[in-house]
């Protein structure tokens, strides 16, 4: 169905093929990624005042701000592109196969940029894992911050493990044609491989996309996370039901608009207009659009509420929300690309891949803008709400803008890594589907 | 929990075992379990036995020797001869897909076929995942039977209840005798060392939107009984104090995460963003480090979750008294003062005092002593759950004098009915009083509104479930009520007014973030004032 023409060695193209590009990519990744690490430095030598933010309440700030709403970004990528790699695997959305690996890399980049976050984040990054070892069998029944850290790790380890699997049968196939410096790092990864794991680890790898889906919404993008926020309540901005729907919408539009982008990269990069085709791209704006329309639905449910004879501290938060600049930007981001997409769907002619490429970008700079604001407002409009400086202002500084720049570069350099180590497209997808397809359907039955 | 009810049986009980099932979710489930066995090739009844037994042994009734000893034959014997494949598990194996070299059909077949041990391994797994959930589901229920056996104080979330705590510290603030002079604040400062605009203390002078009048609230932490930053906090250094309900930070665990300072409704948090003006060289304390002063012996003092509270008398509580220490506290935690740089601070309502090892003695704060020396006595600590005539009353006894200046009207009635305030009888339509409600005497002295005192009391979002042990006299500010701006009233001091006051090259500041928006290089204005 998909994928007609591609060969098992295409998949091979940027290992064995490295331009002048690729090193400029690098260098100018690398170069940002290391204007942040020294700004960070400076951070770790001076403490977080380098950062704008500061106490609510009389303080007259936040206290949690770009860091932790870049936090949340990141997880939701993450999250959201481990479940659109599981959702290929589940319901045998072949079409969508060429890019099942690169949402499951995407989510290992993510995530790692993700923890990355939590140690900028706490002023004491020294004491992360022996404090939260020592304290860990009381805090997990009790801090949704514990509750999140438990859920993250058990993600990167299904993932991770996900990743190995399906990586298995892909190396073994074409490690005669992959270079011999990266042999014994290839040796590793095929350990103890015999033929008859094949059809073993194909189940293995169903139910781990099983378990990821049921997770997903129950644990992590639609559950954990969110709670950190929505279990507070003495902060009306953030408290509710709504945030776990909320949150998993913007994880699931920001991991498309992610993969949209890394695969039209690749696809340039490598001239994979057979692999990674048109209708594939056509397919993943469709998506973008339906929880880019979600998402649209939730706020609107939120501001409604919000609005229409709220409790008063509620109410203050959202006149703030809907009035705040960046809010109506981020809003009008995604009104964008939601038109584009119903325009699409209404008339062909009307899709590019440059259109679906901007759409992605709109898309994350929408969902990172309604994250950090999500964050800071939430706490810039708490119940308590006598201190004349509340609410508190809060733009990020330098330092902690200059970190989402160095966090984009290394999750770059990660992905330009990566395509030179192992094939970032299944072998299973330039192979013949018949069998699988046959095989999916039986145990779904079963 | 109790198993007594069961007691007409020989045999003791899981407790929740009843008659129809010994399973906690019931016949219906057990009777399923039971048909799923039956499906099998083997002893359905060996089975339901081991089950049952499985959770006789998580319930602590057998011990895992006594379970091994009763099914080892059993198993052996129903298992060991048995060499069929277990068909199930080649489920999904499509016979089509064949290796090049080896068939799938082949080698799952080799693998069943070349012992009897496989087999029956796999079976025993079967058996042992089968019963594991059964014995897991019994345990995991009877676990949240027992919950309220377990002592809240495990999680250093909660006080010890009432009978096994020594206090449960608290103030009563009587707004109506504060004048704003932020004396309070100023002590706080001195005791503790904080930073610019870590005002741990906090005074806001608010306008009531109704009527105009200027009012007061003092607001220091208030150290919640059921406090949602200790509740949050990732790595329990935000914790409470089990032996007397004080809600502390060991800065020594703390990893700065900040979640303790969005979990509060207050905003009694104030984070260490930079160095702290004040050097720890200043302070007073013993000069060793945490884990020496832990290890110190403490003598048969409280004992809890995380270490000993020092005896008076103890090696540790002398050391700490020598030194007239102010940053330990009878743990040997470092949990007073201010806290160094990347850590949460916040009143901590001078644990070091009520540990009894400093000059200052025990139910006193500093923010007390100051409203005291000025003469207003509107901050009154003590052990919210003394007694009146107890040691540590104060708080109490305030509040109850202060009841006893504000009777209830039915006090009132009782003193001189004639002179009570309710005009039920109006002039020209005098109400009727409905006999089948009210007798006639009912209606002459009717019941009062408030069964105790007028006096106004309150506490602080008390709705939020957080149990605050801060009690205000006076008027709770109105949802409309703003605090009047700090830096523009001439009437009141301002916070840089209370400069004078202070011991330490510290900035008085209303607005912190002002200050910290200079960044790590501080602001400009604060070097010039320090310098003037």
């Known amino acids: 169905m998909s994928a007609i023409d591609a060969e098992p060695d295409d998949i091979l193209t940027p290992i064995k093929n490295t331009s002048w590009r690729w090193f400029i990519a690098f260098g100018v990744a690398a170069a940002i990624a290391l204007v942040w690490l020294a700004a960070w430095g400076y951070q770790l030598q001076e403490g977080l005042v380098v950062t704008n933010l500061a106490d609510w309440g009389s303080g007259g700030g936040v206290t949690w701000g770009l860091y932790i709403g870049a936090f949340i970004w990141w997880v939701g990528i993450a999250h959201g592109g481990i479940i659109l790699s599981a959702a290929v695997r589940l319901f045998g959305m072949t079409r969508y196969q060429p890019v099942a690996r690169v949402a499951e890399l995407l989510t290992i980049g993510a995530l790692s940029m993700a923890g990355i976050y939590i140690v900028v984040h706490t002023g004491r990054p020294d004491r992360l894992v022996t404090s939260v070892i020592e304290s860990y069998p009381w805090t997990v029944q009790s801090s949704p911050l514990v509750w999140d850290v438990t859920v993250i790790t058990l993600y990167f380890v299904m993932t991770a493990t996900y ?3 399906t990586l298995r049968y892909d190396i073994v196939r074409l490690r005669h044609k992959m270079p011999k410096y990266f042999a014994p790092l290839y040796a590793a990864l095929t350990v103890g491989y015999t033929k008859k794991e094949d059809q073993i680890i194909e189940r293995m790898v169903w139910w781990l996309a099983l378990g990821i889906i049921v997770l997903a919404p129950l644990l992590l993008h639609g559950g954990v996370i969110p709670w950190l926020f929505a279990l507070l309540p003495s902060m009306p901005g953030w408290q509710g039901a709504v945030q776990g729907p909320s949150f998993l919408t913007i994880a699931l ?3 498309i608009a992610g993969v949209i982008i890394i695969s039209y990269s690749l696809r340039w990069a490598y001239d994979w207009e057979h692999v990674l085709t048109d209708n594939m791209f056509r397919g993943l704006t469709a998506w973008l659009g339906l929880f880019s329309l979600l998402f649209t639905w939730l706020q609107l449910q939120q501001i409604i509420t919000g609005v229409f004879a709220a409790p008063k501290d509620l109410s203050k938060f959202s006149f703030a929300k809907i009035t705040t600049p960046e809010y109506i930007a981020a809003m009008t981001f995604i009104a964008i690309v939601l038109a584009y997409v119903f325009a699409q769907a209404v008339d062909k002619r009307v899709f590019s891949l440059n259109r679906s490429l901007a759409a992605s970008f709109l898309v994350l700079m929408g969902t990172l803008t309604e994250k950090v604001l999500f964050v800071f407002e ?3 409009y708490p119940t308590f709400s006598l201190y004349h400086a509340v609410p508190g202002h809060y733009f990020p500084s330098t330092v902690e803008l200059l970190s989402v720049a160095g966090t984009a570069s290394l999750c770059t350099i990660f992905f330009l890594v990566i395509v030179k180590v192992v094939p970032v497209v299944e072998l299973h997808a330039v ?5 699988h397809d046959d095989h999916e359907g039986e145990e779904v039955r079963a | 929990m109790s198993t007594d009810e069961s007691s007409e049986s020989d045999e003791p009980r899981h407790p929740y075992e009843t008659d129809e099932s010994f399973h906690p979710m019931g016949k219906e489930w057990e009777d399923e379990m039971r048909a799923e066995l039956e499906e099998t090739e083997y002893d359905a009844d060996l089975g339901m036995q081991m089950a049952r037994d499985a959770q006789r042994l998580v319930a602590g009734e057998i011990s895992e020797e006594e379970f091994y000893a009763e099914y080892h034959d059993d198993v052996e014997d129903e298992f060991e001869a048995d060499e069929r494949p277990i068909f199930d598990d080649l489920d999904g194996v499509d016979l089509d897909e064949v290796g090049d070299d080896q068939s799938m059909l082949e080698s799952l077949q080799d693998v069943d076929l070349s012992g009897d041990d496989v087999s029956r391994r796999s079976m025993m797994k079967k058996m042992g995942a089968a019963g594991l959930f059964l014995g897991y589901s019994a345990y995991a229920t009877h676990e949240n039977e027992q919950d309220d056996e377990i002592p809240e104080q495990v999680s250093g979330v909660r006080p010890q209840g009432e009978d096994e ?25 001195n005791e503790n060392g904080t930073s610019t605009g870590a005002n741990w203390m906090y005074v806001f002078a608010y306008e009531d939107d109704q009527s105009g009048q200027r009012n007061f609230l003092v607001r220091p932490c208030q150290h919640c009984s059921n406090a949602p930053c200790a509740k949050v906090c ?5 914790h409470t104090r089990e032996k007397d309900g004080l809600v502390l930070t060991n800065y020594e665990t703390c990893i700065g995460c900040r979640y303790c300072q969005v979990a509060c409704p207050y905003g009694v948090n104030y984070f260490q963003w930079g160095e702290p003006d004040v050097e720890m060289g200043r302070l007073e304390f013993l000069d060793e480090t945490p884990a020496e002063v832990q290890e110190m012996d403490a003598g048969d003092g409280f004992e809890a979750r ?4 020092a005896e008076e008398g103890s090696d540790r509580h002398e050391a700490l008294s020598e030194a007239n220490d102010h940053v330990y506290d009878a743990r040997g935690w470092w949990a007073d003062s201010r806290p160094p740089t990347g850590v949460m601070g916040k009143c901590t309502m001078c644990p070091s005092r009520q540990d009894g090892h400093t000059d200052n003695p025990k139910g006193t704060v500093a923010c007390m002593n100051a409203c005291d020396e000025t003469g207003m006595s509107a901050i009154h600590f003590g052990d919210m759950d003394a007694e009146i005539g107890d040691d540590y009353d104060r708080g109490v006894r305030y509040l109850e004098r202060r009841k006893n200046l504000n009777p209830s009207p039915t006090e009132k009635n009782e003193a001189d009915p004639e002179e009570d305030g309710f005009g039920w009888e109006e002039e020209g339509s005098t109400p009727q009083p409905r006999d089948d409600i009210y007798t006639q005497e009912d209606w002459e002295n009717p019941p009062a509104p408030h069964d105790t005192s007028q006096l106004s009391t309150f506490k602080l979002l008390e709705d939020l479930g957080t149990e605050p042990n801060i009690t205000y006299i006076g008027n ?10 700090p830096s523009t009233v001439d009437d009141i001091p301002g916070y840089e007014d209370i400069q004078r006051d202070i011991q330490w090259p510290v900035t008085v500041k209303d607005n912190r973030k002002h200050h910290l928006d200079y960044g790590a290089g501080g602001p400009p204005e604060d070097t010039e004032s320090e310098e003037a």
């Open chain 1, 163 to 165: 990743l190995a699997l």
């Open chain 1, 253 to 255: 539009m920001s991991a």
């Open chain 1, 378 to 380: 939430g706490l810039e």
């Open chain 1, 431 to 435: 192979e013949s589907h018949d069998d």
């Open chain 2, 165 to 189: 705590r020594e206090h449960r510290w608290g103030m009563v603030i009587d707004l109506d005798r504060c004048d704003g002079c932020l004396s309070c604040v100023a002590g706080c400062i």
């Open chain 2, 234 to 238: 990732p790595v329990r250094a935000r």
């Open chain 2, 306 to 309: 995380a270490g000993t509270y």
């Open chain 2, 476 to 485: 709770e500010p109105g949802p409309d009520d703003e605090q009047v701006d």
